[in-house]
């Protein structure tokens, strides 16, 4: 059962309307992993970073050894050609995906050169209510590093254990966890990229190659930076996030999240957060 509705695909070059099935039982993506995407959105007439999302894209299949096969300015037009099948106030999900169709050395490895498998899946996602927020709890699963998966890549493979951290967030009462890297430091959430707000300053995790620093995460810290707020990117530990006077999550489905609860911890809505959420979409108006 897919997520949105409305959906439209694009395959073998051209848009089909539905959710029609792209992937046959013996490529390599199907039984050895080798699925990428990236995720854009379309809401309030915009597509932000669209550019920087299918350059992504690209970038996480040769991650894979996966070749890519579409530039992404011909990405993004084949994207804006879909959404013309939208109202232009439709709240859409963006996802361009590759995968290797077949194998080579010892099937496991794609093959070089081989033949790559592309799709793009749109649909209709609402966007949350400004009133949406999310609360946060600690959970035993970690991000991995390089040595053991390709967190520099948006991959597949690495959502079972995002949906690890979810489920026992879930069973403790909580909507996402507060995650920690091999090292016991902060990373991430199980679904996005964090931010810590004390004493006006905003604070985010360094990105240390296990976890992917996001595109909407560093236009948060780009339009914050220049509107005078200092951002800082530094190691931080669980007791920075209890002793914040603001959090607010930042990803591409939602855009910026607010954080009322760290396990037994608070929060309102702060004035910072909020301002997050205004300058991301001033900047989005006046760049489309």
Known sequence: MATGT???TYFEGKWHAGDIAIMRGADHGMWLGSNVFDGARFAYGLTPDLDLHCARANASARALM???TVETDEMVAIIREGLSRYAPDAAVYIRPMYWAKEGGYS???PKEGGETGFAISLEEI???AETASATLTRTRFRRPVM???VVNAKAAALYPNNARMLAEARAKGFTNALVADAMGNVAETATANVFAVKDGVVFTPVPNGTFLAGITRARHISNLRADGVEVVEKVMG???FHDADEIFLSGNMSKVTPVTAFDDTQYQVGPITRRARELYWDWARQTA
């Open 126 to 128: 609402p966007m949350p």
């Open 6 to 8: 409305n959906i439209h």
């Open 238 to 240: 669980f007791d920075d």
């Open 66 to 68: 996966v070749t890519p």
């Open 147 to 149: 040595e053991n998966a």
């Open 107 to 109: 099937a496991i490895v």
